[in-house]
């Protein structure tokens, strides 16, 4: 029955013959499960004839889920990960309905969704939320293959309007992203969910295109690899160039520093009491940083985007190692501003 309501829940229309045959059993019991799943408060419709069949139609209260093992202990995690989430609004939702999943989850799964949340650590990215009513709008438009048009912000700052045959959703880095087919620009294109507004549909179906290369999240990282930053950090690191390429991998570049083109970088950030020196990020490897003792080495430079200056002191965290900030002022003054925070809310004692 847990496969039948799962072919029913695509919203297609199934004939009886094709149901019968994907399950494997009689037509007698495919229609004894169709009836058990109308007790259940599922609004199963049927139509007789040579092509009758049946199809799950859309009901006014949400009927009980039958859910398999493996489906319910993903429900409890992926609530647990809702509550602190990117998304804006759901979090009192979520709450709740782990609540009440948590009442009648049989307790072998309860101690399975237990340990995934005990020895998991997700590590929240800085990131504008999103309006859950939104990303819910644009994923059913997705799924019944309906064109959307909606205003869009670009990189630029100009308004745009847009007619989008939407493809996929795809949450990288703490942003969301709408994958989908520009109709008035004739290609793919990929749009930031907290620069899009008032999504609407159109009524007008689309058969759905192949994306590129297949896979959506794939297409996304390029984008946001390809797309020029407006605003670029350079940073000395005091610490093995090889090392911090490591951690910050592909989000920047690191090149060894040569102490000639600067005379005071073979000093520790933070010790030069120069205008942009963002001062030490720290000393230890921390989360899997570069690490070091600042003055045992000379610094290495690393580029990168600085669009988002939160993002931007992040990479710099996790790379846990000395640090001077040489631009933009604006990075510079906002690691200030995090530590002025940090450092009222942790007084010595």
Same mark, same amino acid.
């Given at each position: 029955?847990?496969?039948?309501?799962?072919?029913?829940?695509?919203?297609?229309?199934?004939?009886?013959?094709?149901?019968?045959?994907?399950?494997?059993?009689?037509?007698?019991?495919?229609?004894?499960?169709?009836?058990?799943?109308?007790?259940?408060?599922?609004?199963?419709?049927?139509?007789?004839?040579?092509? =009758?069949?049946?199809?799950?139609?859309?009901?006014?209260?949400?009927?009980?889920?039958?859910?398999?093992?493996?489906?319910?202990?993903?429900?409890?995690?992926?609530?647990? *990960?809702?509550?602190?989430?990117?998304?804006?609004?759901?979090?009192?939702?979520?709450?709740?309905?782990?609540?009440?999943?948590?009442?009648?989850?049989?307790?072998?799964?309860?101690?399975?969704?237990?340990?995934?949340?005990?020895?998991?650590?997700?590590?929240?990215?800085?990131?504008?939320?999103?309006?859950?009513?939104?990303?819910?709008?644009?994923?059913?438009?997705?799924?019944?293959?309906?064109?959307?048009?909606?205003?869009?912000? $670009?990189?630029?700052?100009?308004?745009?309007?847009?007619?989008?045959?939407?493809?996929?959703?795809?949450?990288?880095?703490?942003?969301?992203?709408?994958?989908?087919?520009?109709? $008035?620009?004739? =290609?793919?294109?990929?749009?930031?969910?907290?620069?899009?507004?008032?999504?609407?549909?159109?009524?007008?179906?689309?058969?759905?295109?192949?994306?590129?290369?297949?896979?959506?999240?794939?297409?996304?990282?390029? *984008?946001?690899?390809?797309?020029?930053?407006?605003?670029?950090?350079?940073?000395?690191?005091?610490?093995?160039?090889?090392?911090? *390429?490591?951690?910050?991998?592909?989000?920047?570049?690191?090149?060894?520093?040569?102490?000639?083109?600067?005379?005071?970088?073979?000093?520790?950030?933070?010790?030069?009491?120069?205008? =942009?020196?963002?001062?030490?990020?720290?000393?230890?490897?921390?989360?899997?940083?570069?690490?070091?003792?600042?003055?045992?080495?000379?610094?290495?430079?690393?580029?990168?985007?600085?669009?988002? &200056?939160?993002?931007?002191?992040?990479?710099?965290?996790?790379? =846990?190692?000395?640090?001077?900030?040489?631009? &933009?002022?604006?990075?510079?003054?906002?690691?200030?501003?995090v530590g002025r925070l940090f450092t009222t809310?942790?007084?010595?004692?």
């Amino acid at each position: 029955m847990l496969r039948l309501l799962g072919l029913l829940q695509t919203h297609r229309y199934w004939t009886g013959v094709e149901l019968a045959d994907r399950l494997e059993v009689s037509a007698r019991t495919l229609r004894r499960d169709v009836d058990r799943l109308r007790e259940l408060g599922y609004p199963v419709l049927a139509s007789r004839g040579v092509a =009758g069949g049946y199809q799950l139609k859309a009901g006014a209260a949400v009927p009980p889920l039958l859910l398999d093992d493996e489906e319910a202990v993903a429900i409890v995690v992926g609530l647990r *990960a809702a509550v602190a989430g990117s998304v804006a609004g759901v979090e009192e939702a979520a709450v709740r309905a782990l609540a009440k999943v948590a009442q009648v989850i049989p307790r072998r799964l309860r101690h399975r969704a237990d340990a995934l949340g005990a020895y998991t650590v997700p590590v929240p990215v800085g990131g504008p939320a999103v309006d859950a009513g939104m990303l819910t709008a644009i994923a059913l438009a997705a799924r019944a293959e309906e064109r959307l048009r909606f205003g869009y912000t $670009d990189r630029e700052g100009a308004a745009t309007h847009r007619h989008v045959e939407p493809h996929r959703l795809v949450s990288l880095s703490g942003r969301w992203y709408l994958v989908g087919f520009d109709v $008035d620009r004739s =290609g793919w294109r990929t749009f930031r969910l907290d620069r899009i507004t008032e999504p609407l549909t159109t009524g007008g179906r689309f058969r759905p295109r192949e994306l590129p290369g297949g896979d959506a999240a794939a297409f996304v990282r390029a *984008a946001v690899r390809s797309a020029p930053a407006r605003r670029q950090a350079e940073v000395l690191i005091w610490a093995p160039a090889d090392q911090v *390429a490591r951690v910050v991998g592909r989000w920047a570049a690191v090149e060894p520093w040569d102490p000639a083109k600067r005379g005071d970088a073979t000093r520790p950030a933070g010790t030069s009491g120069k205008t =942009g020196t963002a001062g030490r990020a720290g000393t230890g490897s921390g989360g899997g940083g570069a690490g070091g003792e600042p003055g045992d080495r000379g610094p290495c430079r690393l580029r990168m985007g600085a669009d988002d &200056p939160a993002w931007a002191m992040l990479l710099l965290a996790r790379v =846990g190692a000395p640090f001077e900030v040489l631009g &933009p002022p604006e990075l510079a003054e906002h690691i200030r501003a995090v530590g002025r925070l940090f450092t009222t809310a942790a007084p010595p004692g």
